[in-house]
């Protein structure tokens, strides 16, 4: 991310710095300067200015250790799943299922039933929040970050936020330990983004206001570390930040804003990259034109992913690869397996000028563990979708 800043902040780091709108006389205390940094004091950083100290806790609540059941499959097959019967559940924290992880990823689906009475930050790890439906806002330590339909939400660990819903919400969620980034190939060596990439800078929207909050209270706070859920409560609003700069902010991306690639012939997916995670990857298929040579096959080939699972989420339109796929299935295409589009489908796309699919997709390149919800929502027939002599049949 680019340098950003919001509120007001000294001409110098680490000098003495008042709050100016409550005491023009020197007489307000100092603001609590915070380094909120990757890596150590060498990844990218922000400077937050405080008006208490963000470790003051009025009391030190649960930790409570996250349960997650594995569903070990007896069968190595292509999966398909469907999230559409999934009703409201929960929070926007706990209210998220995970369906898929593995060491470097956690996928998890949310059908919130109402907004956290709580402040949460992850503290262990980045997540991406991709809006499938819903409006609203998030409320976070670095101001407002107003968010819509076909958001990717971005925000850094370490950055305590809530949500608030203007409309019902359904969202697909990752979690990752390691840091959510731009491709590496899209920036230059100053890490603007090139001239070629699928976005520019203008597309990724900081926070837009930020409120300072000095009040006393009780305000919870839940932390996301160490496998589990520790609570805390404050006595004072944790977002009491007069002003912040740096590199480390949540942010918002528009799957809409996504700048689809064609070519003569079919691209492969890495044209669709949006985001990179440790060894894996995050894609979005968006509404475009479709291969334009005469000759051109306008769907995918057949591939072999060896070192990879594939895993799609389909999000808005008419996805002519896959029968019997609706917004919101899921399909995963496992690492050893080939797979490709179903018999019949290449030759009804044939001479096709566009699609008007949406879809997500995250590749991981070590095997991804399925959790229970996935074997409530598996759907078995997939498997032989390929075969027209064993339609229907359920892959054991
Ligand atoms: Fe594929």
């Not at 402040?119 to 806002?137: S, T």
């Not at 890495?270 to 440790?278: E, L, M, N, V, W």
């Not at 075969?387 to 049949?393: E, F, L, Q, S, Y």
Request: aromatic letters at 14%.
């Amino acid at each position: 991310m680019r340098y950003h800043s919001l509120g007001r902040i000294p001409a110098k780091r680490h000098v003495q710095f008042r709050d100016s709108e409550t005491s023009s006389n020197g007489s307000a205390p100092l603001l609590v300067e915070e380094v909120m940094g990757f890596e150590g004091f060498s990844g990218n950083e922000s400077i937050l200015y405080h008006l208490w100290s963000p470790c003051r806790v009025k009391d030190v609540g649960e930790f409570e250790p996250i349960a997650l059941e594995e569903w070990v499959p007896d069968t190595h097959v292509h999966r398909l799943t469907d999230t559409r019967g999934l009703g409201p559940m929960g929070d926007s924290v706990l209210g998220r299922r995970v369906l898929q992880y593995n060491n470097d990823v956690e996928l998890g689906v949310c059908v919130p039933e109402r907004e956290a009475d709580y402040f949460y930050r992850d503290g262990e790890g980045d997540e991406v929040i991709f809006v499938h439906e819903g409006e609203g806002v998030v409320e976070t330590i670095f101001g407002t970050l107003p968010y819509r339909t076909h958001d990717y939400v971005v925000i850094p660990r370490g950055t305590t936020y809530r949500f608030r819903f203007d409309t019902p919400q359904k969202w697909l969620t990752f979690y990752t330990p390691g840091e959510i980034e731009t491709p590496n190939r899209y920036r230059n060596r100053y890490g603007q983004l090139l001239e070629h990439s699928p976005y520019s800078q203008r597309d990724f929207h900081p926070p837009e206001e930020l409120e300072t909050f000095d009040e006393q209270g009780e305000y919870p706070v839940t932390v996301r570390v160490r496998d589990g859920f520790q609570s805390y409560m404050l006595d004072r609003h944790p977002f009491d930040v007069v002003g912040w700069d740096g590199y480390v902010w949540p942010y918002t991306f528009n799957a809409d804003d996504f700048e689809p690639r064609a070519g003569r012939f079919h691209l492969p997916p890495p044209a669709h990259q949006t985001f990179q995670g440790p060894n894996f990857v995050i894609c979005t298929f968006a509404p475009r034109m479709l291969d334009w040579d005469p000759e051109a096959v306008t769907l995918p080939y057949h591939h072999s992913n060896i070192q990879s699972e594939e895993v799609m989420f389909y999000a808005a339109g008419d996805y002519a690869a896959r029968k019997g796929v609706d917004v919101g299935f899921i399909t995963l295409h496992p690492s050893g397996l080939p797979h490709g589009p179903q018999p019949g489908a290449v030759e009804k796309a044939l001479g096709k000028p566009r699609t008007d699919e949406l879809a997500v997709m995250w590749d991981t390149f070590r095997p991804l563990r399925l959790a229970a919800l996935w074997e409530e929502l598996d759907k078995p027939e997939y498997a032989y979708s390929w075969n027209p002599d064993r339609a229907g049949a359920a892959a054991p």
